[in-house]
């Protein structure tokens, strides 16, 4: 019979949590699952550990080599079966009453797509997190929003939603798709945002799920300096979403301040987010508004509708592109006309946006 839910769980070289993850799975108060795991090439104990569970509800594929967490993620997904599907990381653990707290809100709510959960803290060791300077205490404890609302937040500010902690409608993957392969940081925002166009999502007060953090940031949500370099490059991708929102009044309800812009049609609405984008000073959200008002400037038709309905023409759109510097041109420039300064005068003299930029430069001058 089809299971309620199908608990996916992506697993790569953690044979030190995997048997506590999979047991916190088994101990749930709710028993009616499915547990779809793809160890995605390990080369440690993990198949061995998974393997040593004679539970028949547990079904296990292996990855020769290791292909990414989102080609293990929809595996799963796609030799599932269950009405809801529960994403679990190979390292994190559930607290027993998470699935049927989660599966009687679906239930009572058709018109939610996903459901999430708080979140309690561990380290390495399994120890809670709880001393006051843990930078990431506050990142799950946001408050429930509209769609619209939580549109407006992935655009401004990224995401805030614990991916291990969601319980989603198995439908939804069939209506806006599964995770992006490519994607290594950010397939969670990425699906988020596509979930959040056509559906409502909540978040239940509850702590739900152990979420575990390492000291050393050797984890897939660990802000390494490759991770940092990477979210930017996924969420920019990612805002390309946004850019199938076809009614004015949808817009207006995820960016109210866009109306300043303008009178918004269909064909222009490209426009409002970019200005939208420029407007946050963040280089690679300025660079892809600048790109998507580019492109759209480019058909006559759309030109004409930006400069009767927005007053933007062909000069303002060029007094854009040399007004903003994603590039960090202005700041190269700045040092290369300061060489003769000292490195504490530049360093004072320097915008804090670039700070760690001209640190590094700095360090160079250092070393000659």
């Known amino acids: 019979m089809t ?48 393997e040593s569970f004679t539970d028949p509800r547990i079904k296990l594929f292996k990855h020769n080599v290791n292909k990414g967490a989102s080609i293990a993620a929809n595996n799963c997904i796609l030799n599932s079966h269950g009405k809801y599907i529960a994403m679990l990381s190979s390292d994190d653990i559930w607290y027993p009453e998470k699935l049927a707290l989660q599966v009687k809100y679906l239930d009572e709510h058709p018109g939610v797509a996903a459901v999430f959960g708080r979140v309690d803290w561990i380290n390495e060791n399994g120890n809670l997190i709880a001393y006051k300077g843990f930078p990431y205490t506050s990142m799950f404890e946001v408050e429930n929003r509209s769609r619209h609302e939580w549109l407006r937040q992935f655009f401004l500010y990224g995401n805030c939603l614990c991916h291990p902690s969601s319980l989603v409608r198995r439908e939804c993957y069939s209506e806006v798709g599964m995770f992006k392969p490519a994607y290594a940081s950010l397939p969670d925002l990425d699906f988020w945002i596509r979930i959040c166009i056509k559906y409502e999502i909540t978040i239940l007060d509850q702590k739900l799920i152990q979420f575990r953090k390492f000291a050393d940031e050797n984890n897939a949500s660990g802000e390494t300096t490759e991770t940092l370099i990477r979210n930017r490059l996924e ?134």
């Not at 790569?12 to 048997?19: A, D, G, I, L, S």
């Not at 506590?20 to 709710?30: F, G």
Request: proline share 4%.
């Open 235 to 368: 969420h920019r991708h990612s805002l390309n979403h946004y850019l199938t929102i076809n009614n004015p009044d949808e817009l207006f309800l995820i960016f109210p301040e866009a109306i300043k812009y303008g009178e918004a049609t269909p064909e222009i609405i490209p426009y409002f987010l970019g200005r939208i984008a420029i407007k946050t000073d963040d280089d690679y959200k300025v660079l892809w508004g600048l790109d998507v008002i580019c492109r759209l400037i480019q058909d006559d038709t759309n030109a004409k509708l930006l400069e009767n309905k927005c007053n933007f023409t062909y000069l303002d759109f060029i007094k854009l592109t040399g007004a903003y510097d994603p590039f960090k041109i202005s700041a190269l420039s700045t040092i290369t006309s300061t060489e003769k300064r000292t490195p504490i005068k530049l360093f004072l003299s320097a915008s804090k946006r670039y700070v760690k930029e001209i640190y590094l430069i700095l360090l160079r001058f250092i070393k000659k």
């Open 3 to 50: 299971p309620t839910v199908s608990v996916i769980i992506p697993s790569y070289n953690h044979e030190r949590y995997v048997r506590q993850c999979i047991q916190s799975v088994l101990d749930q108060t709710l028993q009616d699952f499915e547990i779809v795991i793809t160890d995605d090439g390990s080369t440690d104990r993990t198949v061995d550990i998974i």
